[in-house]
């Protein structure tokens, strides 16, 4: 079962332009992650923001996390064409101590050039 | 840069043949995982394990999917028989610890086509 859905599904942006990806989960997080997939390949890990964390930063990524709306959204700043992929939330659960991730439907991001 | 290895990176099968893919995580991460990817969703957890034992399997179907992770390192999951439905990119992760905060790494993934 799926903990988080994303929005939008899809998204289109020109090259500079800022993509703004949102995540909602269910249950209570320890923290939430977000990872990306380029077509056909597997994840690669973006960032990790802690539930006592509101805001995180790394290069071109600002994440934001609100508990009490249980919804997270990734911005990329200065968008490239490489950054076309598609991008996944992923969470704990507070029950969990395993390392277990659920992941989102995911967003897909198109950067034209 | 350590990489999670997995092979094949393509199978295609019939209904009602069996299949094995095969994952090798990054050199001392004891904690392997198998993701299974439906076209256009995210990935969902299959098997957990840490080192040779089985954390968690609650999403793995049992009466044609298996997984082993023999001596602790490399690790081999088996349909049988396959069904269409279990087409799908199967993924295989590993992070150092199973811990709430240790990254997964992924390897390239098998897409697997049963037709």
């Known amino acids: 079962s799926q903990q988080g859905e994303e929005d939008p599904q899809a998204l289109s942006i020109q090259e500079g332009e800022n993509a703004t990806m949102n995540c909602s989960y269910k249950?209570?997080?320890?923290?939430l992650q977000w990872y990306r997939q380029n077509s056909g390949r597997g994840l690669v890990h973006l960032i990790l923001?802690?539930?006592?964390?509101r805001e995180k930063h790394s290069g071109r990524l600002r994440v934001t996390l609100d508990t009490s709306k249980k919804s997270s959204s990734l911005l990329i700043t200065a968008s490239r064409a490489a950054d076309t992929a598609s991008y996944f939330c992923?969470?704990?659960?507070?029950?969990?101590?395993?390392?277990?991730?659920?992941f989102g439907q995911g967003t897909t991001l198109q950067v034209k050039p | 840069e350590a990489e999670v290895a997995q092979s094949p990176r393509y199978k295609i099968t019939e209904k009602s043949q069996a299949v094995a893919f095969w994952c090798d995580p990054i050199?001392?991460?004891?904690?392997l995982y198998w993701y299974r990817q439906i076209l256009g969703q995210g990935p969902e957890l299959l098997v957990q394990?840490?080192?040779?034992?089985?954390?968690?399997d609650s999403q793995l179907p049992k009466d044609r999917f298996s997984a082993e992770r023999l001596k602790g390192v490399d690790s081999t999951l088996k349909i049988q028989p396959a069904e269409l439905g279990d087409s799908a990119m199967y993924l295989c992760?590993?992070?150092?610890?199973?811990?709430?905060?240790?990254?997964?790494?992924f390897g390239p993934g098998t897409r697997l086509l049963v037709l």
């Open positions: 992760a590993s992070s150092l610890e199973p811990d709430i905060e240790e990254t997964q790494y």
């Open positions: 249950t209570s997080i320890n923290n």
């Open positions: 923001i802690r539930s006592n964390e």
């Open positions: 992923a969470t704990d659960r507070v029950s969990s101590n395993t390392g277990k991730l659920i």
């Open positions: 050199s001392g991460h004891a904690t």
């Open positions: 394990f840490q080192d040779e034992s089985v954390v968690d």
